[in-house]
């Protein structure tokens, strides 16, 4: 079975694949028929949108990556809890890595390993410096 596309459901709701692309982005300038007639339509064809081609259009992913050296550490999975909660509500995913505490690891993570694919990366190193981070922050994303 052949995935449902925009053109599936603006022929669906009648209106053009401009239009069901501004309603499934939230965009405001579409009027509250216009939206329920798209919604009604992506709910009965079961669109879903496709994550690659919006990292294709918009050049991010709504990844981003917490790096944390012990996730047993109840300090450490409270804040990926409260990371998570938190990008969640601004329509992030979040990927928890666990680095041990390993410098390399810790290294690899900051320097945006999978850069193509994470929009940032969150970062509590214990052995990697500031000085060593510094230069990585300007061509990543990275707390």
Known sequence: M?????KDVAERAGVSIKTVSNVVRGAPKVSETTRTRVMRAVAELGYRPNPSARRLRTGRSGLIALAVPDLATPYFAEL???VRTEAAAL????L????LGD???E???????GASLL???IL???????????SVADEFPLV
């Open 119 to 121: 929009d940032g990366v």
């Open 80 to 82: 990926a809890h409260h």
């Open 2 to 6: 052949a995935a449902v596309t925009l």
């Open 91 to 94: 329509g992030f995913t979040v």
């Open 96 to 99: 928890i890595e666990e680095t």
């Open 103 to 105: 410098a390399k690891e």
């Open 107 to 113: 290294l690899r993570l900051a320097t945006g390993v």
């Open 124 to 134: 509590s190193p214990l052995h990697v410096s500031p000085a060593e981070l510094a």
